[in-house]
């Protein structure tokens, strides 16, 4: 915003079944009221609360360079390539996937809304939240070994979340969450595929999105932007998510369309995020606006296309041909964009929660982030012993223990390829726990959907994989 007012130019209030007022949706209102903490509010009577910092600071990257490694892989998949532990952050991509889980609150709210077009606005915010956490995170997630798992429970939340790695080449990581009142799942599968440009990495997050509306009887599917990381070899990395999300409620028709922009020549676009809403008649309801790093806002279409043509006479007038760059060995990061400008009778679907202060030291670590490597107490016998907390490599690079996390790193491979080898001299075919291949009731295409179980605690068969 141009000024903490504009985050608050709005009434708060929401069109709920439970709520008997009517609400006006062409003036602005604030979905996101209700935002509580995942952490656990201090006590003083010597409750449990969850951490707020990792156990010791982030492992420096500044005398390393991985030039040596990456210049033979320009063009290429690199999900087959060892990368040194160093550009690692101390999570497994199963506790990363688990992010998406951050704004859950927004689900919550999708559940209560009576109509279909205010229900949609929520989901994409939801979207558009779920993606947020990779802002300004340079560090690579571990692999998951085949057969890991991870499960994250917050009763404070009302839900809890299975995922496994199903599979190894390619790596594909599958996860299901679930309300606590059965009034919504949300699952998935992420293939990662990540191409080096010579300059930039790109992650394609190849899979579907798919969250259900229990009580509502609806199911919404999409799949996530591209991300690109800039500067690999030399100068200040940073990241941008580009490309367009397509949002479909396959019970009601509706679509919502999102533009994840690029950000340009001269860093205009840096973050952006543009989209609509339609129904099933094909007619733009609400158009969507705002930054992925942000927040998210909602307003009609004519009052936002009459916005448009007064703010694009405005550039006209002021603004004056750029003279264009010379060669530069960096892709440098356009410089801090003044923040999103809210039109008149906007709504406030999202905004991001603040980073703790100390986030760079941790990996620019999310709040939510921070906790979801932390062994809560009693958590240990509870836990299937493939649960990537209990990963020594992981453990010890959070400890800030660089050597003991390589070693058992390079040990934790060596004994997953001989179990490999073991497999294939007997002929036995790798067995998926907790997750099936089949085909999504919602799309018709391929998916691996969970098989339920987990949390009745038998882990007799689980592989010993640490």
Known sequence: MNSEEEFYDAETGLESDEDSCEVNFEDAQVYDSKHSSNASTPQAN???ERRKTLPAPMISRCDYSVWGILKKCIGMELSKITMPIVLNEPLSFLQRMSEYMEHTHLIHKACTLSDSIDRMQVVAAFAVSSVASQWDRTGKPFNPLLGETYELTREDEGYRLISEQVSHHPPISAFHAQ???QEFEFHGSIYPKLKFWGKSVEAEPKGTMTLELLKRKEAFTWTNPLCCVHNIIMGKLWI??????????????????????PCGMFGKELHKVEGYIQDKSKRKRRVLYGKWTECMYSVAPKVYEANKKKAEKGDAKKNKPEQSAGKQETEDMPGVQETVSVITGSALLWRITPRPAHSEEMYNFTGFTITLNELEPGMERLLAPTDCRLRPDIRAMENGDLDTASVEKDRLEEKQRAARKECSKDEEEWSTRWFRLGTNPHTGAQDWLYTGGYFDRNYTDCPNLY
Do not use: A
């Not at 941008?240 to 922009?261: A, M, P, S, W």
């Open 46 to 48: 010597g409750v449990w």
């Open 179 to 181: 309300s606590l009142k």
């Open 240 to 261: 941008e998510q580009y490309g367009t999300v397509e949002i479909v409620n396959h019970h009601t028709g509706d679509r919502c369309v999102l533009n994840f922009k």
